[in-house]
């Protein structure tokens, strides 16, 4: 199977309400907690790709573009986005919808880097079947 492939079999999509125990006293999404999400998905969206062990050693950038407020709901998207020797890096999109109108916007996008790593700890380099 191709990277190509193995990269659209992995993409991970995940939909959340946003209740009160997870906002801020503006109301909005606790930036933390996007965060928290978003590292989660990455996580899922990485081992699905390699099905290894892999851990997070650097979120690149997030850039919040849009407050996500109390009442909607929120859809993560996961999708490879580089293969190395033994680590990738996976971008995590989250959309905000309203629950109860038609309506959706692009709020928060950033990149995760994962290796992948032995029983010890240890990088070791990613196998894709092919």
Same mark, same amino acid.
């Given at each position: 199977m191709a990277y190509e492939e193995?990269?659209?079999k992995s993409v991970t999509r995940i939909f959340k309400a946003v209740f009160p125990n997870t906002v801020n006293h503006y109301d909005t999404l606790f930036g933390?907690?996007?965060?928290?999400?978003m590292?989660?998905?990455?996580?899922?969206t990485a081992t699905?790709?390699?099905k290894m062990r892999t851990v997070t050693v650097s979120s690149d950038? +997030?850039?919040f573009k849009k407050p996500i407020p109390h009442g909607t709901i929120v859809e993560l998207i996961g999708?490879?986005?580089h293969v190395g020797n033994t680590s990738l890096k996976v971008r995590v999109d989250i959309y905000v919808e309203q629950m109860y109108v038609d309506h959706r916007e692009h709020a928060i996008s950033g990149i995760f880097t994962f290796v992948a790593i032995d029983e010890n700890k240890k990088p070791?380099? +990613?196998k894709v079947p092919v």
């Amino acid at each position: 199977m191709a990277y190509e492939e193995q990269i659209e079999k992995s993409v991970t999509r995940i939909f959340k309400a946003v209740f009160p125990n997870t906002v801020n006293h503006y109301d909005t999404l606790f930036g933390g907690t996007a965060m928290h999400m978003m590292d989660e998905v990455a996580f899922i969206t990485a081992t699905r790709f390699t099905k290894m062990r892999t851990v997070t050693v650097s979120s690149d950038r +997030i850039d919040f573009k849009k407050p996500i407020p109390h009442g909607t709901i929120v859809e993560l998207i996961g999708t490879v986005i580089h293969v190395g020797n033994t680590s990738l890096k996976v971008r995590v999109d989250i959309y905000v919808e309203q629950m109860y109108v038609d309506h959706r916007e692009h709020a928060i996008s950033g990149i995760f880097t994962f290796v992948a790593i032995d029983e010890n700890k240890k990088p070791v380099p +990613i196998k894709v079947p092919v």
